[in-house]
């Protein structure tokens, strides 16, 4: 099997792909200003190891949000 092209995905594909595209693009923008703008006392462990495990698809910024912070 060959990886789809764009040409080749109807509509309803093109418009599910932009739409999760956009939704991870904000989530790694939120996590990211988020843990810049947080002193480093409230967050769970290094900042930059959670800078980095931000990028990681959706998986990231949601582990950030709900591990990395502290309460």
């Known amino acids: ?3 789809k092209q764009w040409s080749d995905m ?6 599910g ?6 939704a991870q693009v904000v989530m790694i ?3 990211l200003v988020n843990l810049r703008r947080q002193p480093e006392e409230q ?4 900042k930059r190891l959670w800078a980095a ?3 990681v698809n959706f998986i990231g910024p949601i582990a950030y949000f709900l591990l990395g912070r502290k309460k």
């Open 1 to 3: 099997m060959s990886k």
């Open 10 to 15: 109807t509509s309803t594909q093109k418009t």
């Open 17 to 22: 792909t932009v739409v999760l595209v956009g």
């Open 29 to 31: 923008a939120a996590a």
């Open 43 to 46: 967050i769970t462990g290094s």
């Open 53 to 55: 495990l931000s990028l």
